[in-house]
């Protein structure tokens, strides 16, 4: 009976230790789990806070934009009014204004796309995996990219298009005055 | 004496008139050139207006101002870069 309490004896110490240590470590996983997930949470506001930031410059630039291309459009409707009832041919420029002002419309329609993208993302930036943060970051970049491929467009279409037209009505003789 | 009188005042009369008469051609003659602004004729003989050349020329400045005043730039992907989004 001795002989089996001193064989059991070391046995049960061992297993006590061991399950202090556990514990011990259990306790400490858990307390490096709650910080890297504080750690998580801050650095997902700080993010949501950035892309609030460049949401709203975002829609300073993009009102900047669309106010410069509507004065511009204004100003060659008007020029187009003025020349057409003095009897030049005006065809030309009227048409280029209807596809400058579709230019402008699609501009406008991408870069809502683009911003609800934003606002998703922004959503994502809590909360949710970086998988999935990272995917919509790519899209909403590939939104972006389209965005400012329309802005160059409208501009490229004045240049070459609309500026030249004007050119060529300036040289034009009317047919009536 | 009297004779010589009424030709001096005859004479007056029509040298006014003629005067006021010219003096109207004159107006006319150069209201009509002053103000219309026309320029060279075109080859089909009709008269291109110079006032409206002076319009396109400044309207296309204004134009190129307007839109450079805006730069696509604006929406570059720099703008939606990982340092832009402190990641």
């Known amino acids: 009976m001795r002989r089996i309490a001193l064989t059991l004896a070391p046995i049960i110490l061992c ?50 934009h669309v106010e410069a291309y509507n004065r511009a459009k204004e100003k060659v409707k008007q020029l ?8 030049y041919d005006v065809s030309k420029l009227a048409q280029d204004l209807q596809t400058w002002d579709a230019m402008i419309v699609k501009f406008a329609q991408d870069y809502a796309a683009f911003i609800s993208k934003l606002k998703e993302l922004s959503e994502l930036a809590v909360g949710d995996s970086e998988g999935r943060f990272r995917a919509g970051l790519q899209e909403a970049r590939q939104l972006l990219r389209q965005v ?25 003789v009317p047919e009536s005055a | 004496m009297r004779k010589i009188h009424s030709r001096c005042g005859r004479a007056l009369a029509v040298a006014s008139v003629s005067l006021l008469l010219s003096l109207c051609m004159l107006a006319v003659s150069c209201g009509g050139r002053g103000t219309e602004g026309k320029g060279g004729k075109g080859t089909n003989g009709a008269e291109v207006n110079v006032s409206d050349q002076g ?33």
């Open chain 2, 55 to 87: 319009d396109v020329d400044a309207l296309l400045e204004d134009l190129d101002a307007i839109v450079n005043s805006v730069d696509p730039a604006d929406f570059s992907q720099n703008q939606l870069s990982d340092s832009e989004l402190g990641l």
């Open chain 1, 148 to 172: 400012q491929q329309d802005a160059l467009d409208i501009r490229l279409y004045y240049q070459q298009t609309i500026r030249s037209d004007i050119q060529g009505l300036r040289d034009q």
């Open chain 1, 80 to 87: 187009l009014e003025s020349l057409q009832a003095k009897g």
């Open chain 1, 15 to 64: 297993l006590c230790l061991c399950g202090q240590v556990a514990l011990a470590q259990g306790q400490q996983e858990q307390q490096g789990e709650g910080r890297a997930g504080k750690w998580l949470e801050q650095r997902g506001e700080m993010l949501q806070q950035r892309i609030e930031l460049l949401i709203a410059r975002f829609e300073n630039n993009k009102e900047r």
